[in-house]
């Protein structure tokens, strides 16, 4: 953990879409009537329909609620209270925790997201029905127990005409998919395409919700692109997601944010998404994908992707009595293999390094998510088959043993027992264990050198014939080079390592408390196979400046491994910033790389994941565990 470091000023950028395939697609403000309007300073709050559709003479509402806080203080609880159609139930909602007593529905937040730090955001969502209209008659935010009536503040939007219901796509309109124009032929082995995942027609406006994919199978990193869609007609956009974007004179621009511009080789794009729609049913899309300063118009068709809307009556019926999963707010999982029983090492074997991935035994990419223990010497509690087994349960098939490498900090050859005993549980768990040498107040890595050397000299005698072993040599260097002083270490510790496990994947830690990965791209290790470099942040401290380092050092073929993060600032401690840690994670999915959450114990800290009131040190629950180790927790849930 980063005991010192200077603190940059967060970035916060967060877009949430909700999306209704089949459906209506409306963004309409639906305060109505008088009350009380007069909010914190610094703070919104706004209820808005961003979908509706009949089905068999039920009415279906998407809903999203919104909370900002732009104070200069947190808010410590929130709740929403709506008044809907008598009759009205609750199909799904997501980020929030809604019930209907009578016709109020009140929105309460989960653990995660109950408070709402400065400058951040809460976004629930829901999809609700009725047989009678909705007509907004009372909507209510409670902030930290004191109740702001909304009706009135804001403008009062309609429905454009045509809206009440969703008219049905032809069958024929369904199953002809746009086409875009031929144009010059991409590099060999980058590809792009625009799949239609949903059409409806509204009123005399044909929708489309659009989804971009660009795979780069190349052999050369794209550093920038854009791409230019014509909309025919009297056309126009709606909303989009994951990229920015511009619409004029019927071509929409779409343009990449900083974490998703650069493609490195044998990885694609493919969470960017959009809604248009026109006066004319279109047939044909013309497209143009500028990649690194040059043109190229689309020479594929735009195709109906498989959760495209139905072709048939029946099935478009279907599928509008039972509403898609809307998004959360949580980043989505990278694709993965997941075998449906075994354990993770019995599934995945031996893990490797092979560009700036990690793949398993049978060469498929996998990525390791976990917890790392506090120091062994101060919470050897945690170091049980019972903590581990608990986190395994949430999802986690990496557990991290941190061995502090000054003396001063708790070493001891004597805590060689804690190594092997936490190795052990994780072996019989069928999880993979990271030995970590972690260096931090001793700053550079040759302080205890002779320690070191003796450390992994025992450790991969020990373990050379394991699978599920890996070594981190040098947790977070500071006030040292890499040339100079990591380097040199890291190659002979290599070597030591080599001497017994020779394949085993080792970790090296990069200068600045593991950040300044993008320098250690230009000059790193070669002659060896399966190492890989640590990277660290902590989301409320750390946001572009060090993305933009990780992805220059993914440009440069660099394999990075997350092997300590939090959600808090750099000290471990201070408020969360979830927004920024879900950038993280979108980002760490999207390029496969592995990470581990600081820390498993119950420390009266921030990054600490078991709550400080609970005394249990195994078969924990998400009530056992902070904000932190509740919000973590549901990260490694989704991704099961």
Request: glycine share 8%.
């Amino acid at each position: 953990m980063v005991a010192k470091l200077k603190k940059f000023r967060a970035l916060i950028a967060l877009a949430v879409a909700l999306i209704v395939i089949t459906g209506v697609a409306v963004s309409t403000n639906v305060f109505a009537g008088s009350g009380n309007t007069t909010l914190p300073d610094g703070v919104s709050a706004s209820v808005t329909q961003v979908g509706g559709w009949e089905s068999n003479g039920e009415n279906y509402y998407q809903l999203q609620l919104t909370i900002k806080n732009s104070s200069s203080k947190n808010i410590n609880s929130w709740e929403f209270n709506i008044d809907l159609p008598d009759g009205a139930k609750i199909n799904q909602d997501w980020c929030g925790k809604g019930s209907i007593e009578g016709n109020r529905l009140t929105v309460a937040p989960l653990d995660y997201n109950k408070t709402i730090y400065t400058n951040n955001e809460i976004v629930y969502g829901c999809i609700i029905s009725s047989k009678k209209a909705y007509t907004p008659t009372y909507e209510a935010v409670k902030l930290d127990g004191k109740t702001y009536v909304l009706c009135g503040k804001g403008e009062v939007t309609t429905e454009p005409a045509g809206t009440d219901t969703a008219e049905e796509v032809t069958t024929e309109a369904a199953t002809e998919a746009p086409t875009s124009s031929s144009g010059e032929t991409l590099p060999d082995g980058l590809t792009y395409s625009l799949n239609v995942t949903g059409r409806w027609q509204s009123g005399n406006d044909y929708f489309y919700q659009m989804q971009l994919v660009i795979d780069n199978k190349s052999n050369t990193t794209v550093n920038n692109w854009s791409l230019d869609i014509t909309i025919p007609g009297k056309g126009s956009f709606s909303q989009g997601w994951c990229a920015n974007y511009t619409y004029n004179n019927g071509i929409l621009n779409v343009t990449p944010f900083d974490y998703n511009k650069s493609i490195s080789v044998n990885s694609k794009i493919d969470n960017i998404g959009f809604i248009i729609s026109s006066d004319k049913e279109v047939k044909s899309f013309e497209s143009a994908l500028t990649v690194d300063g040059k043109k190229y118009e689309a020479d594929e068709k735009v195709t109906e992707a498989t959760t495209t809307a139905s072709s048939t009556e029946a099935t478009t019926e279907a599928k509008k009595d039972e509403p898609t999963q809307a998004p959360t707010e949580a980043p989505t999982a990278a694709p993965a293999v997941k075998p449906t029983t075994g354990t993770p090492v019995a599934n995945h074997g031996k893990l490797s390094v092979k560009g700036t991935s990690i793949v398993d035994k049978n060469g498929d990419k996998f990525q390791l998510r976990g917890v790392s223990t506090h120091g062994l010497a101060w919470f050897p509690q945690y170091d049980n088959k019972d903590a581990f087994a608990s986190w395994e349960d949430f999802g986690a098939n990496v557990v991290r043993l941190a061995m502090y490498s000054d003396k001063n900090a708790g070493f001891s050859t004597s805590n060689y027992q804690l190594i092997y005993d936490g190795v052990d549980y994780a072996t019989q768990l069928g999880m993979y264990a990271i030995i970590d040498w972690h260096i931090l107040g001793d700053g550079n890595p040759n302080t205890n050198k002779a320690d070191a050397v003796n450390f992994f000299k025992t450790m991969s005698a020990k373990y050379a014939n394991y699978d599920n072993v890996i070594y981190e040599i040098c947790n977070e260097p500071n006030g040292c080079s890499w040339n100079n002083d990591i380097k040199p270490y890291a190659e002979d510790i290599i070597d030591i390592i080599r001497a017994n496990d020779k394949d085993a994947i080792i970790i090296v830690g990069t200068p600045t408390w593991s950040q300044d990965v993008d320098e250690v791209s230009r000059n790193p290790i070669t002659g060896e196979s399966n190492i890989m470099y640590a990277l660290h942040f902590y989301a409320a401290t750390h946001t572009d400046n060090i993305r933009n380092k990780a992805q220059t050092a993914l440009n440069n073929g660099l394999p990075l491994f997350v092997s300590e993060f939090g959600m808090c600032d750099a000290s471990g401690n201070g408020g969360n910033n979830f927004t920024e840690a879900s950038k993280w994670i979108s980002f760490l999915d999207s390029n496969n790389i592995s990470y581990v959450c600081w820390n498993l114990s119950n420390k009266a800290e921030t990054s600490a994941l078991i709550s400080s009131s609970c005394n249990k040190t195994g078969n924990f629950t998400l009530n056992d565990l902070s904000e932190s180790g509740k919000w973590f927790a549901n990260i490694l849930t989704e991704r099961k």
